[in-house]
C-alpha cells in the first residue's frame, strides 16, 4: 500500500520532466546534485522524510512541501501529511521487531561470564526484515519458517562462539512481540503458539504503507 502523499505526488508530477519541476520549486539552473535529490526522494517510500538532507534552499521537508504545492495539493494539507509521515516515522522507530531465535542444548552448567553468554545468544538471534511489520500475522510466520529451515541448513544445525561455546539447535522460537510467537521445529514446522498479541501496532504500519519490500 503507497501512502496518499506520494501518490498525489507521482500523479501530479507524472507530465513533468525533473528540470521542469526543480525549476518550478525555485531551483533556476537544475544541476546533477539536485536532479539526483529528487530522484531519490520521488522514489522513496517515506519521501525522504526517514533519512534527512537539505542544501542551501530546502530542507527535506520543505523539499516535499513545495513538490507537493507544484504537484497540485494545498500547502497545509501538504504540511499536515508530511507531519503525519514524520511522527509515524519517529513511533516506528520504537517499534518491536520481529525476530528469531535458535533454541539450542547449550547447558550454562560451566558458568561462562555473562558478556560471553550474551555474545552466543546474539549468535543465535536472527531479525526478521524490517518490511515484516508491513505483513500479516500469517505473512511473518511463513518468513520465519522460511528463515528457519535455511538458518539450520546454512549452520549445519549447530551454533558456535569460535572453540569456547557450541550447541545444536533443537528448535526456533519466533518472536512476533514481546511475549508472543511460535515455537518451531527446525524443519520451519509450527510446534505451539504462545502468548496474547496486540494488532494495532502491525495494523498501522500497514495503513501507512511505507516500509520497504
Given at each position: 500500500?503507497?501512502?496518499?502523499?506520494?501518490?498525489?505526488?507521482?500523479?501530479?508530477?507524472?507530465?513533468?520532466?525533473?528540470?521542469?519541476?526543480?525549476?518550478?520549486?525555485?531551483?533556476?539552473?537544475?544541476?546533477?546534485?539536485s536532479?539526483?535529490?529528487?530522484?531519490?526522494?520521488?522514489?522513496?517510500?517515506?519521501?525522504?522524510?526517514?533519512?534527512?538532507?537539505?542544501?542551501?534552499?530546502?530542507?527535506?521537508?520543505?523539499?516535499?512541501?513545495?513538490?507537493?504545492?507544484?504537484?497540485?495539493?494545498?500547502?497545509?494539507?501538504?504540511?499536515?501529511k508530511?507531519?503525519?509521515?514524520?511522527?509515524?516515522?519517529?513511533?516506528?522507530?520504537?517499534?518491536?521487531?520481529s525476530y528469531l531465535i535458535a533454541e539450542t542444548d547449550f547447558s550454562?552448567?560451566?558458568?561462562?561470564?555473562?558478556r560471553t553468554l550474551a555474545y552466543f545468544s546474539q549468535k543465535c538471534r536472527i531479525n526478521l526484515p524490517r518490511s515484516a511489520l508491513e505483513l500479516t500475522e500469517s505473512g511473518q510466520l511463513e518468513i520465519g519458517r522460511t528463515m528457519a529451515r535455511e538458518h539450520y541448513r546454512d549452520t549445519g544445525g549447530r551454533v558456535a562462539l569460535g572453540d569456547v561455546m557450541q550447541g545444536n539447535i533443537t528448535g526456533y522460537r519466533l518472536v512476533i512481540e514481546k511475549g508472543y510467537g511460535y515455537e518451531l521445529s527446525v524443519e520451519g514446522k509450527v510446534i505451539r503458539q504462545y502468548g496474547i498479541r496486540e494488532a494495532a501496532a502491525t495494523k498501522r504500519v500497514r495503513e501507512m504503507g511505507l516500509d520497504d519490500a
Open positions: 500500500m503507497e501512502n496518499d502523499l506520494r501518490h498525489e505526488l507521482k500523479t501530479g508530477l507524472k507530465d513533468k520532466s525533473p528540470d521542469e519541476i526543480l525549476k518550478a520549486i525555485g531551483y533556476s539552473k537544475p544541476d546533477d546534485k536532479r539526483e535529490r529528487l530522484a531519490k526522494i520521488l522514489a522513496s517510500k517515506a519521501l525522504g522524510l526517514d533519512e534527512g538532507s537539505f542544501d542551501l534552499k530546502y530542507s527535506t521537508t520543505e523539499f516535499v512541501i513545495a513538490l507537493a504545492v507544484v504537484a497540485g495539493v494545498n500547502r497545509q494539507e501538504a504540511e499536515e508530511t507531519r503525519t509521515i514524520k511522527d509515524y516515522l519517529t513511533w516506528r522507530e520504537k517499534l518491536f521487531e550454562e552448567q560451566d558458568r561462562f561470564q555473562r
